[in-house]
Every structure is written in structure tokens, then in C-alpha cells.
């Protein structure tokens, strides 16, 4: 790149970056997603097509929609971010990806495809009562609410970066992004959200391909690949017995292994993808949908992480004052806003934009199926008709939008970068929820009073690790950090293994001793 076009580009950062192409192109985005809600709105006759699509939906659709799903510009920006700025270990925990789905596709797959219900937690109040099953209604609604409120926040504060306007603007940006997702995804029910997030995945990974292509043509081949660990990184051992160690390849490993199993057995928005598909092969396929396509979008990602350290290691007159150390997670959005011609950068950031929706509109209309089925419905509060039931929950959908909102507003006072500020808000949740389906299903002995000791045990795990730093962290002199006594990859892994061993163990202890026939799987 000569001076010249340094300088344009430069000038074009300034004075903000994106132009009326861009602007343009991310109007247009948007206007399309809400057309689409509102085209399948006209189909919809009842509650089932739309939390379920009436359970014969396409196993690719709903295998790529649970990817974009799952995927959210948190993870869009941390992949990146974390290779950029941390190291390359985070990517070592794709290798857990065959396990995780012997594990979900052959043992968790065929037990729950046997049921057929809208919400999950349905399934706990058969064999461990009414008190377990609105325990996991309320960890769910917990979960999602932070989980969006963390990716809208996130994504506002990426967007900002590529505007170029002050913070002052991330409220604006939050409305906007959350109006456009909640719209459509009210409207629309699942069918509209799983078509859009085929459109958002498309985005998203040929976003990810184009920032690739554009520094390996400014290298002249590909010359960024590193082949030595660069001054930027952390240590990053195989293992370590030093829990503070940040990252390991064990611990991202299992970090990643426990998270995977954790959401697709127990998070409603997994869950309900798989009841909208035919029986328990046509699932499992669209778990196998997933899995592939997180391996090939994230190890994309990967790459955006090492050509951006080159990149910005060649040409420092493009960080524009970022460092790219602590600001790591800022300069994918800099490099779309910068580098990126116009018209390409509107693409590009609709594919940000699409991040954030297609984790936004699965979880309204997740937590929109659990409120009417586990909260209203189990307690007679449903509208009488199908019709009410269908303009109720369309309400309710715009109503957990608007919340979402309000709740971004608190997500900027948790420390750490994008990583580690998802681990610490969805961990505490994510393994508590599956051990709750873990007892039900699978231990004969189960009963509520050892359930709630075996939650209440690895949720303060969960609250000791995630937030050490916070509690007991001191300052590393060397890196000029608060540095944390057990590193936050241990967090979820720990706190499933001690909900299991506690549970299990005050489950034997408190068992009903008296002769019963043995616990059955079958639908009620």
C-alpha cells in the first residue's frame, strides 16, 4: 500500500467509515430481514409453526440457523481478537468438536428426540417436579437475557469503532441493531429465523474469506503466516498446574467440550432447533450441519487473526491509536472500516449486523416459547385461542426485545475482553441448566432436594472462578494486569463436575428407599 492510498484511507476513517454505499446496502439488509418476518407471518396458524416450524423443517436450515445462533458477533470479534491479541491456544479447542458430537449426536439426541414439546424444561417436571423445572426456566431466561444483552453491546460498541463516532452513539446503536432483529423475529416465528440466518451465515463467513483475500493481496501471497510465537502472544502452554495460567490447550479443550454439550442438552434454543426437525436422525444431522460449519467459519476466523497481526504489524499508521495488544478486539471492525472499498464495507457490516441478529431472534423467540409454555400455559394463564395465543406471543417477543436493551446498558462493567466476558456471564448458567436435564434423564435416584445441592454447589463454583479476579486477583507487575488466581477456561468444566459428583452424591444420600419401578423414558 503507497503513501497515497494510506492517506485516503486514513482521511476516509476520519471522517467516518462507512460512505452512502455502505449505508445504503446496510439498509437495505435490514429492510429485507423484516419483509421476510413479515411474509412468513402470513402463514402461521397456530403456536406450532411458530415456535417449531410444525416439526418438519429442513435439518440443513436448522443445522446452519444453530450455528448463527451460537456463533453472534461475540464470536465473529473475540475469534479474531483472542489470536490477535492472547494467542493462538483458543483454537485448539476445535479438536473437541468429534467428541462433542458422539457425545450429543448418539447419547443425548435419541433420548430427547422421543419427546415432542415446545419448551424443554418441560421434560424436568415429569420426574423431578414443578420447583426444578422453574429453577431451569429461570437459569434459561437469565442466560439469554445477559447472552443477548452482552452481543448487542458488543456488537454496538465494533460498529461505533466502524462508523467512526464517539460511545456517546452506543445506545443508538443498540436500538437500532435490537429493533431490526426483534421485528422480524416476532413476526416471523422460527421459519423466519432460520431463513435469515442461512443469509447471516453467507455474510458472515464471506466477510471473514474477504479480509483474508485483501491482506494476502497486500502481502503479495501469504507471507503473514506466522512461522514463529509472536512478541504479541501470551504464553500459551499445553498445560500448565498453574490454575492462573490464562490459556492452555487442555483447558480450551475441555472449556470448549463442556460448553458445546452443556448448550446443546440443555439450552431451549438448541433444543427447539432439534424438535423442529423430523425424528432423531434428521437431528442429528443438523447437529453434524453445525459442527462443520463452526469447524470451517472458525478456523476462517483464525486466519482473520493472524493476517490482521501482520497486517497492522506492517502498516502502524493504520491502528489510528489502538493498541494492539489491550485493543485487540477492535481492529477486525478497524480494518473493515479503514481498509475495506465502499460497498464492500456495507457488506461486511451487515454481516456484523447479522451476527447480532441471528442470536437475537433465536433467543427472543426461544424465551418467547418458554414464557408462554412454562410460565403462562403451566399455569392456565394462555389465551383460550390459537389466534390470542399467536398475537400474545408476538407481544411478548417485542417485550423481551425491549428488555434486552435496557440490560446492555450494564454489560460494559464486566472486565476483560470479548473471550473472557462470555465465559464469565454464560458459564455461570450453561452447565448449571444441562445438569438439571442430566439428573432427569439419566440418574434413577434422582430427587429434588439433592438437584437443588448439586446447583447450588457448582453454581458458587461457577461465581469463585468466573469472578476471581474480581475477588481474590492481583496485579501482575510484569504484564501490567489484574491478573486472575484461576484462569476463567476451568470455570465451566469445574462447575459441571462439581453439580454432577455433589448431586449425584446427595441424590444417593436423600433417595426415596422404598421399592419403585424404575424411572421410564418414555413421552407421557
Known sequence: MDKTEGSRLLSRNIMGGLTRIDWLIVAVYASSTVALGYYFSRRQRDTQEYFTGSGNMNPFLVGVSLFATLLSTISYLSMPGEVLGKGPMHMTSLLALPIVFAIVGYGLLPLYMRYRVTSAYELLEKNLGIGVRMLGVTMFLALRLVWMSLLVYKTAEALIVMIGVDEKWIPAVVLATGLVAVTYASLGGLRAVVVTDLIQTILLFGGAVLVVVMVTVDFGGFGWFPTKWDTNWDPQPIFSFDPSVRATMIG??????TWQVCTAGGDQVSIQRFMSTRDAGAARKSFATQMCVSLVVSATLFLVGLSLLAYFKAHPEMLGGLNMKTDADKLFPRFIATRLPPGVSGLVVSA???AAMSSIDSGVNSITAVVSTDLLGRFGRSPKSEKDHLVMA????????ASVVVGSAFIGLIEGNITEVTN???????????CLFFFALFVPFANPRGVWIGWACGFTT???IGFSGELFGWIDLDLKTQRAPVSFQWMGPSALAVNMVVGTLACWLLRDRTIKAPRSHEPS
Open 252 to 257: 480450551a479443550i475441555l472449556s470448549a467440550l
Open 352 to 354: 456484523m449486523f447479522a
Open 394 to 401: 408476538r407481544f411478548l417477543a417485542f417485550g423481551i426485545g
Open 424 to 434: 464469565k456471564t454464560v458459564n455461570l448458567m450453561v452447565p448449571m441448566i444441562f
Open 462 to 464: 461457577a461465581v469463585l
